[in-house]
């Protein structure tokens, strides 16, 4: 089993910034995909950025440039710094890990864009 927490959400103004972390522990493979989907009220949980293990990254157009996905896999630890917030970008932020075509997701945490 694998568990992931995320943190560091919370309140930003507009124009702020937040990062992100999600700490993973159980059961983790070196080959893997992990990433950030957010999921604001009313609307479908959304892909926000990926990376693979081997660095590759990837991007909801909606964040291009403005947010960016890191991994620090000695401290098991995934990274989402943004910067730049919109309203737009309230959501409950959850972090995800796949390997073995096993998805595992966290808990996650809030993020509120508002004046």
């Known amino acids: 089993q694998v568990q992931l927490v995320e943190s560091g959400g919370g309140l930003v103004q507009p124009g702020g910034s937040l990062r992100l972390s999600c700490a993973a522990g159980?059961?983790?493979?070196?080959?893997?995909?992990m990433g950030w989907y957010r999921q604001a009220p009313g609307k479908e949980r959304e892909l926000v950025a990926e990376?693979?293990?081997?660095?590759?990254?990837n991007y909801a157009d909606s964040v291009q440039g403005r947010f960016t996905i890191s991994r620090a896999d000695a401290k098991n630890t995934l990274y989402l710094q943004m910067n730049s917030l919109k309203p737009d970008d309230t959501a409950v932020y959850y972090c995800?890990?796949?390997?073995?075509?096993?998805?595992?997701w966290g808990q996650g945490t809030q993020v509120t864009v508002s004046s």
């Open positions: 990376i693979t293990s081997s660095g590759r990254t």
């Open positions: 995800k890990r796949e390997q073995f075509k096993t998805n595992y």
């Open positions: 159980g059961l983790l493979f070196s080959i893997n995909v």
